[in-house]
DNA sequence: GTCTTGTTGAAACGACTGTTTTAATCGATT
DNA sequence: AATCGATTAAAACAGTCGTTTCAACAAGAC
């Protein structure tokens, strides 16, 4: 019934001290959850490679679940102070008196540190982890989604709603989706594209290259969809403009039951 | 040791005729292999949804994980009849003298297809088990790629080639990515997604406006990318040229290595 | 010294796992 | 009707799982 044991004291920072079974256990636990996922993983791996004992998970974390949110914390602690680091976003009234070519060059960073974080080699057990998070969702996801993506969702919604001012939030949210998609993409169907490429992980110039191409491309994309009203997608141009719609928010029309 | 048990007869076709135990469990195991996971799902829990007898899954599959991939193969054989079933792309050739319209047709019709087909409601097992395949790969995942997903990749690449004809194939290839990510996203984020959206499951306007929303940022991102030569990252112009930029294509420079 | 408190070690518990064994049942063929 | 193969049912097997128990140990307080 030890009263130290972290499980009952949050301790979310706890500094990577590496010594200390606990720590080790944190350590152990977090590469092997990322590398085989939590049912795979037994607490007996978790010890073995901590050099603890099997009652020590149970001791410092409560449970094996207990564990798995700790390390969950952790580690998107962790992604949040890297991404972070670089201070924070101007205010949305500024960002909009921004150059293009500032406005540009934020977005270019976010693309990179996004790419450097989640799928550049070394892997960081971030992005397992996160792809695990979402095959099976737990009690930490939500607190995943209100700390740390609603936020960097947030910025880069400014700096793209500041590169192009005409569109409406629904447009400026989804080309952010559409920019982080594209990112991710990389990181959640690694398996095959590494295999596609006869790669065992991504080479440098790839990842160098990919950021390139995913600027360019979104700047793209943000051009054509940017400009004031939504473009249906069979464009008639911009009048018959037959069932309602002001506009914008008009998806398309037909073709929408494909067959 | 009976001699008919299917898994010593790969058979993969197998239509649905659901009676039958082979098929109930089939179907079973279909449904929480996708829900649960591998790991999670026990073949006692299987056994007892298809009303049949834990011992029926080894008899009919041999193993657990016979079971597993046997799934895993009709589920993706569907998938490719699905996306197949607007009869077969024309030959690179062909396609590169049809219109530009009937191009845009084409591939709006392959990304609404995808989204059909991996995220609109009511889902099905696909995404989830193509997600967990990405999480832990197993012996099934070589074969999906060369079998699914290099004839689906090509064929993208055949239409979005014939868009940029000038562009080259490392280009087209990223262009087929990027495509390809912004609608898998929303599958593989589905859970945070959603949190945010504060739904349970994507309404029908949400997804046709998603692909209304993916094509026309992708022709976007396709006009700017696929004019002509790959613009290299630190890309020295071709001569001084200073970065009195000429628009269009010109990637970006420096800021290549962030920080 | 003793007592207290925090931590570790070894062993055991009960539940559940995938798999195998053995017998019973069904259906068609002979 | 008898036979034989394919299929199902019930039970048991050996192993692993997360968890708990309890004794041993360390170190500071008194």
Redesign the pocket.
């Known amino acids: 019934m030890?009263?130290?044991?972290s499980h009952l004291v949050p301790s979310v920072g706890r500094l990577g001290n590496g010594d200390?079974?606990?720590e080790r256990l944190l350590d152990a636990a977090t590469e092997l959850f990322a590398r085989r996922g939590f049912h795979a993983?037994?607490?007996?791996?978790i010890a073995a490679r901590a050099g603890?004992?099997?009652?020590?998970?149970?001791?410092?974390y409560g449970?094996?679940?207990g564990l798995y949110l700790q390390v969950l914390r952790r580690q998107f602690a962790n992604v949040r102070s890297l991404v972070d680091r670089h201070g924070p976003l101007p205010p949305t009234a500024v960002l909009h008196r921004r150059s293009r070519r500032e406005l540009i060059a934020l977005l270019t960073r976010r693309v990179e540190t996004m790419i450097e974080v989640m799928i550049a080699p070394p892997l960081q057990p971030h992005g397992a982890l996160m792809l695990r998070e979402m095959c099976d969702p737990t009690d930490v996801m939500p607190i995943i989604v209100d700390e740390f993506i609603r936020p960097q969702t947030a910025e880069m919604e400014a700096i793209v709603g500041a590169l192009i001012p005409a569109a409406p939030p629904a447009t400026v949210q989804r080309c952010v989706r559409s920019i982080v998609g594209q990112v991710l993409f990389y990181r959640f169907v690694m398996p095959v594209m590494l295999r596609m490429l006869g790669k065992q992980s991504y080479p440098a110039r790839f990842t160098r290259e990919m950021a390139a191409h995913v600027v360019e491309f979104s700047l793209g994309g943000l051009a054509r969809v940017g400009r004031g009203r939504m473009p249906t997608l069979t464009a008639r141009r911009r009048r018959p403009q037959r069932r309602g719609e002001r506009g914008w928010p008009r998806g398309r029309t037909r073709r929408t039951r494909a067959r």
Chains 1, 2 share one sequence.
């Open positions: 030890a009263a130290a044991a200390g079974t606990s993983t037994s607490i007996r791996d603890a004992n099997v009652a020590s998970g149970h001791y410092h449970s094996k679940r």
